[in-house]
């Protein structure tokens, strides 16, 4: 099994994946890869196609900034081993296999098939220490619904809210939207960096707002409108 440099700790940064967040995860694996401590860590760059499929990536953080990672001729087939003794990223080389040890994995991901839960859960099973949220977190955070039932659950004061399974559901979100007043947001229910959100102002564009958002998700969620700012906060600890 091959150890990129044994003075430092190999840490799979995972980027891009099958979602419509994609570019977005590009962004963001780049200025990991720019900032990383290359004193302390050795980046495994493995990158996921829109596809879906795995690739040990050995080329430039530019290529994946600009999205031309994947036509480089610096990609090879890979898989995250399963096994839990053996931490390992397999690499397939035409009819030869290459082992990389790896001491964490980093999933730089957006959106569904990344952020939800399910890489987490890969790399869980797989018993090597992942650097972010767990599965049920990302599960729980990536479905604005639940995030909202939990929250309320816990004595959270969260806004008014309503889930729409199909377009046909447009008569209840009309006498939604009437009832908490305009504005209105229209989300999809699992999915993030604003894609598909709308503040509605008025009944005019709620249809379009919906339709919009049933482009991301199979369920659309109605928010009521909170006047104030956004704080972000984040953890650091372990488990």
Known sequence: MCKLDKK???IAVIFGGCSPEYSVSLESASAVLKNLDTKRYSAVMVGISKKGDWFYYTGTTYAIQNDTWLE???CTPAVISPNRSRHELIVLENEDVRRIELDAVLPVLHGKNGEDGTVQGIVQAAGIPLAGCGVLSSALCMDKDRAHRLAGAAG???PKSLVLNSVSDLKIAYE???TVGYPVFVKPVKAGSSYGITK???ESTLEDAICGAFEYDN???LE????????GC???GTN
Do not use: D, P, R, Y
């Open 8 to 10: 430092t700790k190999n």
């Open 72 to 74: 480089s001729g610096m």
């Open 219 to 221: 369920e659309v969620i």
């Open 176 to 178: 939604f939207a009437e």
């Open 234 to 236: 984040a953890v650091l």
């Open 156 to 158: 959270v004061h969260v």
């Open 224 to 231: 009521e409108n909170i006047n104030g700012f956004e704080v």
């Open 200 to 202: 509605v102002q008025t």
